[in-house]
């Protein structure tokens, strides 16, 4: 814990308060239902990393491990695709509040995001992201690979790679 903040990993009980901060963050076609969520906790909830400041829930990254190097669609609908001890670290989503934007806190998640990746010996980590987000990511080493076949949300993703 830093102060009135502390970085942990997602529990049951946390469902609601990521749900929201997910509804906040992402319009409906992009965003996780509480459904998938809740899959997602039941199946890794080790790859929920949350950003507690005084006792609220402000900020979230969260995504399954594999042996496939990239982030398909179906890695959305099916927490059960996710690989304990699998090469690549993907993440699904990185969410702050609106009202805590510009603040450092998904960096700071970001950061133990590699930290824990490397820890558990990952090649590396895998992500999409929008083409105004490429040069937030390129801070922490993650390098584009082009657009994405991706089409969650019916939207065009760029892919990244940060390799460990």
């Known amino acids: 814990m830093i102060g009135n903040m502390m970085i942990r990993y997602a529990e049951t009980g946390d469902l609601d308060e990521i749900a929201a901060v997910e509804a906040a963050c992402f ?3 992009k965003a996780a239902t509480r459904e998938q969520i809740n899959e997602r906790i039941s199946a890794w909830p080790d790859h929920f990393w949350l950003l507690i400041m005084d006792g609220r829930l402000v900020s979230f990254i969260d995504g399954m491990a594999s042996d496939d190097p990239d982030l398909t669609d179906e890695m959305y609908a099916d927490a059960g695709l996710h690989r304990r001890d699998g090469a690549w670290q ?3 989503g990185v969410c702050t509040l609106p009202e805590y934007r510009g603040k450092g806190y998904a960096s700071m998640l970001m950061e133990r995001v590699i930290e824990d990746s490397r820890t ?4 590396g980590i895998v992500l999409t ?10 801070r922490f080493g993650f ?3 082009g657009t994405s076949e991706s089409l969650h949300g019916g939207v065009r993703w760029v892919q990244m790679r940060k390799m460990l």
């Open 143 to 145: 390098a584009g690979e």
């Open 120 to 123: 558990r010996r990952r090649k």
């Open 90 to 92: 993907m993440i699904f």
């Open 27 to 29: 319009p409906k076609s």
């Open 129 to 138: 992201c929008l083409e105004r987000m490429v040069p937030f990511y390129r």
